[in-house]
């Protein structure tokens, strides 16, 4: 059974950081690429970044290229998504995910198969 967990989210004014964790187990975590994603109120989930296997590849959305960075440490199963220079409308339920095949490069929501519970972050103006 693969489990997915998020931490680290909370409240922040805009302009300030938030580092998010997720801690992954039940199968070989150094194999699967990993994702964020996020959703607001009343939104469709949407894509964040993606990080591959070997940590050797990241792909960001548009709207936080340059102030997200996601990382991730094999040999602790976890995976990071650091957050810079937030701002309002980055506001949302974070969710970590894992992809379904090993050893690709998933980039699409329907390439993960496995999602934690989310963690809140909420960007004040």
């Known amino acids: 059974q693969v489990q997915v967990i998020e931490s680290g989210g909370g409240s922040v004014q805009a302009g300030g950081s938030l580092q998010l964790s997720c801690a992954a187990s039940?199968?070989?975590?150094?194999?699967?690429?990993m994702a964020w994603f996020r959703q607001a109120p009343e939104k469709e989930r949407e894509f964040v970044a993606a990080i591959t296997w070997s940590g050797s590849s990241t792909y960001y959305a548009d709207s936080v290229k340059g102030r997200f960075t996601i990382s991730r440490d094999n040999a602790e199963a976890t995976v990071y998504l650091q957050m810079n220079s937030l701002k309002p409308e980055d506001t949302a339920q974070y969710y970590c995910a894992a992809a379904r095949e090993p050893d690709t490069f998933a980039v699409g929501r329907h390439e993960y198969a496995f999602w934690g519970q989310g963690t809140q972050v909420t960007v004040s103006s």
């Open positions: 039940g199968r070989t975590f150094s194999r699967y690429s």
